[in-house]
Antibody, heavy 121, light 107 residues
Framework: QVQLIQSGAEVKKPGASMKVSCKTS????????FHWLRQAPGQRLEWMAW????????KYSHNFQGRVTISRDTSATTAYMELSDLRSEDTAVYYC??????????????WGQGTLVTVSS | DIQMTQSPSSLSASVGDRVTITCQAS??????LNWYQQKPGKAPKLLIY???TLETGVPSRFSGSGSGTDFTFSISSLQPEDIATYYC?????????FGGGTKVEIK
């Protein structure tokens, strides 16, 4: 069965960087797009970025002003999301999600369990 | 950016009631509209994509309709396991965006 398993919770100081991983299994990694989203406490879901695991193409939300970088390791069937220059408002649960197809414009049919990142001095 | 507006933000209904949630996009999204269910402490779950297509395994009491900028999500007969927050999401344009959510509770 399709599984997306994310790395564990993190506590970071303002200005630091964070990197979350998402290990996949149960499907052909390069055939489906991969997205990163987040949900701050009590807030709506927010889309951050997309990667095509097959060719490595990426697209980012302008709302992160260049602070987010996503990547993948096809041999490990794992995707990564790095967010730099962390601020308190980056405190959120971060999710990886598989796209229902290879493109960037897709529904999200499988999700990771979420990774809580807390930014605090 | 496309703004998604959901209403109501919360509702309370009895088991067996019909529940309806609306979602309005700030521009025509060409029916690229999905609905998700999120239970507390869990990741969202895709229920409906492309306005009205039920994801595999989703009960038929869930349905969606609409076009252009105005969309509706319904539960024909509310069940206790449907207690959750429901979100609409557009994928017409980047950044992909979600509505603010509707929290459904049992009366």
């Amino acid at each position: 069965q399709v599984q997306l398993i994310q790395s564990g919770a993190e506590v970071k100081k303002p200005g630091a960087s964070m990197k979350v991983s998402c290990k996949t299994s149960g499907y052909t990694f390069i055939n489906y797009s991969f997205h990163w989203l987040r949900q701050a406490p009590g807030q709506r879901l927010e889309w951050m970025a997309w990667i095509n695991p097959g060719n490595g193409n990426t697209k980012y939300s302008h709302n992160f002003q260049g602070r987010v970088t996503i990547s993948r390791d096809t041999s490990a069937t794992t995707a990564y999301m790095e967010l730099s220059d962390l601020r308190s408002e980056d405190t959120a649960v971060y999710y990886c999600a598989r796209g229902l197809g290879a493109g960037s414009y897709t529904p999200f049919d499988y999700w990771g369990q979420g990774t809580l990142v807390t930014v605090s001095s | 950016d496309i703004q998604m507006t959901q209403s109501p933000s919360s509702l309370s209904a009895s088991v067996g009631d019909r529940v309806t949630i609306t979602c309005q996009a700030s521009q025509d999204i060409n029916n690229f509209l999905n609905w998700y269910q999120q239970k507390p402490g869990k990741a969202p779950k895709l229920l409906i994509y492309d306005v009205s297509t039920l994801e595999t395994g989703v009960p038929s009491r869930f349905s969606g309709s609409g076009s252009g900028t105005d969309f509706t999500f319904s539960i024909s007969s509310l069940q206790p396991e449907d207690i959750a927050t429901y979100y609409c999401q557009q994928y017409e344009d980047l950044p992909l965006s979600f509505g603010g959510g509707t929290k459904v509770e049992i009366k």
